[in-house]
């Protein structure tokens, strides 16, 4: 097994700006780190549990994912435009969107989140089980994927606290661009530009 590989790998794709990383920034502008540090906490858990399911249950998502990823495409393409949408109509002066950027919120978004998803289920077949078959050794590698993919999400936390005075000024661009970002998202999810 190509370890270095596999670590880029893990790092271009888990770092990379996806619809959680966008809603981090966008939670840590509107309700401040700690809000933004809850939801990378359910994030990470809920992670974990698909990565953990994603190793045990391998072969038989290989081929059950086929016949969902229509159903998933649609489901997380209307929850990303959906988040778009919330994020657009933050208001300047207050932020009362309780549900937002919550630990319930991160933990849900990842169980419809095709980006997180497709990684799970590709990462083993692609790089540790062509080498390694124990669940031991599978399940530490889990660890070490969800280890790299939590670091992912609260390094979009630091960024937005670095850039948080700068995205307050210019909140209303700022809302606009991250939720066109999340549109973008959901069309490349929903799997529209392949019937092009």
């Given at each position: 097994m190509n370890i270095l590989s596999f670590l880029i790998y893990c790092i271009?794709?888990?770092?990379?700006?996806?619809?959680?990383?966008?809603v981090t920034l966008?939670?840590?502008?509107?309700?401040?780190?700690?809000?933004?540090?809850?939801?990378?906490y359910g994030a990470?858990?809920?992670?974990?549990?698909?990565?953990?399911?994603s190793v045990i249950l391998n072969s038989l998502l290989a081929s059950f994912i086929p016949k969902a990823m229509l159903v998933m495409e649609i489901i997380g393409a209307s929850y990303i435009l959906y988040l778009a949408y919330q994020i657009y109509n933050m208001d300047n002066s207050s932020n009362?969107?309780?549900d937002f950027g919550t630990f319930k919120s991160g933990f849900l978004m990842q169980f419809i989140?095709?980006?997180?998803?497709l990684f799970c289920i590709t990462?083993?077949?692609?790089?540790?089980?062509?080498y390694y078959s124990s669940l031991f050794e599978l399940l530490i590698f889990a660890i070490v994927v969800a280890s790299i993919g939590s670091m992912s999400f609260f390094f979009w936390v630091i960024f937005?606290?670095?850039?948080k005075s700068f995205l307050k000024k210019h909140k209303r661009i700022s809302n606009t661009l991250l939720s066109l970002f999340l549109v973008y998202c959901a069309i490349m999810i929903s799997g529209v530009t392949e019937f092009s």
């Open positions: 271009i794709i888990t770092f990379t700006p996806g619809p959680t990383h966008i966008s939670t840590v502008q509107n309700y401040g780190v700690k809000r933004a540090v809850s939801f990378c990470s858990i809920a992670f974990v549990i698909i990565l953990v399911l009362e969107k309780k989140n095709p980006k997180v998803i990462v083993f077949p692609s790089f540790i089980m062509p937005g606290s670095l850039l």
